[in-house]
């Protein structure tokens, strides 16, 4: 959708947490900040880093509250990205926010163990605590107004898939880069 004049890595991982170690088997290497500095450094230099994170720290398991998530992503990724400078060039990269869609506790999948027992409207705290992050360090941002989980009340469905990815391109083109 961007064209040839774009390198797109793609970096996501299913479980993947802001700070916090998976209990279950089969689950390790999932949090984020342990493998940020290593990510960056591996595509070095960076000129956007797009940052899409925080649903799987909804879960009932971390017991964080909405101001938690935010302040994480604060402190251990934006700052942290922000302030990576590249070891090639003279450059930082930017950095655009996207909060994770409205998670729907209501759903078989989600009512599970109470797995994300009270996400719901933590998660929808989160579009203002977001943005209010990506204002305060000048980032980009996307609010998840536009996207909506599937059956299991967590993950996208195709068309917020498209959504979003309709949003990314038309954010990165007004981008000067």
């Known amino acids: 959708m961007l064209g040839n004049q774009f390198e797109v890595i793609e970096e996501g991982l299913n479980s993947r947490t802001l700070i916090s170690n998976d209990p279950r088997p089969g689950k390790e290497g999932k949090n984020g900040a342990e493998y940020l500095i290593p990510c960056l450094d591996t595509h070095d230099p960076i000129d956007l880093v797009i940052l899409m994170l925080g649903t799987n720290e909804l879960k009932n398991t971390y017991q964080k509250s909405a101001e938690e998530i935010g302040n994480l992503l604060e402190e251990y990724f934006v700052k942290v990205i922000l302030g990576r ?40 705290k989160l579009n203002e605590i977001y943005q209010t992050i990506a204002t305060k360090y000048s980032c980009y941002f996307i609010g998840n107004d536009y996207l909506t989980t599937g059956s299991d009340g967590v993950h996208l469905t195709k068309e917020s898939h498209k959504k979003l990815a309709e949003m990314l391109r038309d954010k990165i083109l007004e981008i000067n880069f």
């Open 85 to 124: 400078k590249s070891q090639l060039a003279d450059t930082y990269p930017k950095l655009l926010i996207v909060t994770p869609p409205v998670v729907r506790e209501d759903t078989e999948y989600c009512k599970t163990k109470d797995k994300y027992l009270g996400a719901m409207q933590k998660s929808k």
